[in-house]
């Protein structure tokens, strides 16, 4: 089982809030460090001292980058899902049946989800 980050588990992790951090130290310890695409980090990051907390933790989490092959997909996921969001449908693009994703957007990232026909747990952050 792999834990997939969505935007809302970094602005936890960057408001130090102890059971995100409980979740990615876990996952550390079990050798399975989550994962995450790099616009996850371009909707959360802003620079600076203030995101010291966040810039520790992505340390410890796999980033994928959108290449073209994922923006194709995430553009055929969001036609076929009747969505818009790119950063949304990349990140169900990384999950796998039995995966958790650690969202605030449950509803976007379930239809997502759905339609690509895998199953998937949603956790709040």
Do not use: F
Request: no cysteine.
């Amino acid at each position: 089982m792999t834990i997939i980050l969505d935007t809302g588990a970094l602005l936890a992790l960057e408001r130090n809030e102890r059971a995100m951090w409980t979740r990615l130290k876990g996952a550390l310890l079990d050798g399975e460090p989550p994962i995450t695409h790099a616009g996850v980090i371009g909707q959360a990051w802003r620079g600076g001292p203030s995101q010291a907390r966040l810039a520790r933790a992505l340390k410890g989490i796999v980033v994928h980058p959108i290449d073209e092959t994922t923006g194709r997909l995430a553009g055929q996921l969001l036609a076929a899902a009747g969505m818009h969001d790119v950063i949304d449908a990349a990140v169900a693009l990384l999950a796998h049946d039995g995966d958790n994703i650690v969202t605030s957007d449950h509803g976007d990232l379930e239809h997502l989800a759905n339609t690509l026909g895998r199953h998937v747990e949603l956790i709040h952050p």
